[in-house]
């Protein structure tokens, strides 16, 4: 059948770990390698409530069609937790998303052609890379540390890359390595946005979920120019599958992407877009996340906590400040999906993600086989660091 394909779907493809991660759902595994937030976190008896009042009340116009770019009294709502967190934003700045993941799928298939390239952090998040290829970009990655992207790296970057279309990044508890972006370099950025006229792409799902440190602004605040767009979850923050996110752009982008939003699924869900609505006015979602956030604290105090303990000298970690992601790095050389493969998953029973599949080119200078990402969401406290401690004994008896 592939003949029959187009030449894009070349890039469409299964990752080469898939079949690794897979072996992770065995129930006897602790895996550590799913991105997924803690269900026992999700509001379901607020939203039960909601749904049933919804229903009950609104049930015509909650099941009946509405426009693309969402009910106008959610737009409103997110245009003022936008203002909130610094940006200047009304309702018809705001385009209701199927997740944040529709937006990444929209903006490339408005801005790439082929052989565009898209800069991105190195590593970057799968689910953006799986968004993008269809749309046959190349990629120039750009160098990640503690305090984010590194902006020598993208000076560089920018430089050597005439056919630079967009920066994408994940300034706050990046996925995958859980760093966030300094201030400073924010700014830098954006001046470097500037001096090459590119757009820049600003993924936020895990933005309220800091537990620890000062908010920093976003891009989308600091931009004077309209070049930011930028993308927000409620996946993170109520439950992700709502499939509730959004786009805040300039008013000439989003109307490109309404339509190519309405080409794609005419809307989202009137139902969840109106239950969410009422969520919002109903309960406080800023009270619900100061329980949740205490909660992943806890769970990244255990995580880096046991592997502080139980890892070998040589295997260092990042200490995310809000998010749910850890990123190990290993000795150089080390094959972090052949360990997992041969050791990990038959003897500690323990799996992660390999950090490989998170880097875009394939080429040695941009990607090594020494990284995994850990993932504390999900794991209860006791067996998440009984499964850090058998890998420790592990890693030191290799
Ligand atoms: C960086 C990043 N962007 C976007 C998404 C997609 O989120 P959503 O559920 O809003 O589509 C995720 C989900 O894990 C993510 O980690």
């Known amino acids: 059948m592939e003949h029959h394909f187009a030449q894009r779907i070349r890039r469409v493809r299964p990752s080469a770990i898939r079949q690794l991660l897979q072996l992770g759902d065995d129930p006897s595994i602790t895996s550590f390698g799913g991105g997924y937030p803690d269900p026992g976190l999700f509001p379901v008896a607020q939203l039960r409530e909601v749904y049933d009042h919804v229903l009950r009340e609104q049930g015509r116009t909650a099941l009946q069609y509405t426009g693309t770019a969402g009910i106008p009294a959610l737009r409103a709502q997110i245009a003022e937790r936008m203002v909130r967190d610094g940006s200047t934003c009304g309702a018809d700045d705001v385009l209701v998303l199927q997740g944040a ?50 902006m020598e790296s993208l000076e560089q970057v920018l430089a050597d890359t005439p056919r630079a279309k967009f920066i994408y990044a994940i300034p706050d508890f990046q996925n995958p390595t859980g760093v966030t972006l300094s201030t400073q370099r924010r700014h830098r950025l954006l001046e470097l946005a500037h001096e090459h006229d590119l757009i820049v792409l600003e993924d936020t799902p895990y933005r309220e979920l800091r537990f620890e440190g000062e908010q920093l602004p976003t891009l989308h605040s600091l931009d004077t120019e309209g070049r930011v767009i930028h993308l927000g979850s409620f996946s993170k923050t109520l439950a992700p599958g709502l499939r509730m996110g959004y786009a805040v752009a300039h008013r000439s982008i989003l109307a490109k992407l309404e339509l190519l939003k309405l080409a794609a699924d005419t809307q989202s869900s009137t139902l969840n877009m109106t239950a969410t609505a009422r969520f919002l006015t109903e309960f ?86 020494h990284y995994a990402r850990f993932s504390y969401a999900s794991v209860p406290h006791e067996q998440m660091v009984a499964g850090i401690r058998r890998l420790g004994d592990l890693l030191a008896a290799s």
């Open 101 to 150: 993941q529709q937006g990444l799928d929209l903006v490339a298939k408005l801005l790439i052609n082929p052989g565009d390239a898209i800069v991105t952090e190195n590593p970057t998040f799968l689910g953006a890379l799986v968004a993008f290829n269809p749309y046959e970009p190349d990629y120039a990655p750009v160098a990640l540390d503690e305090d984010g992207m590194d």
């Open 284 to 369: 406080d979602l800023d009270a619900h996340l100061e329980a949740v956030r205490p909660a992943y604290r806890a769970k990244r105090d255990a995580m880096v906590g046991a592997m502080a303990e139980s890892f070998p000298a040589g295997v260092q970690f990042t200490r995310p400040e809000g998010g749910l992601f850890t990123w190990v790095t290993f000795p150089e050389g080390f094959d972090a999906a052949g360990f997992m493969a041969e050791q990990v998953l038959p003897k500690a029973r323990v799996a992660y993600v390999p950090g490989e599949t998170f880097f875009p080119t394939t080429s040695p200078a941009t990607q090594a086989s």
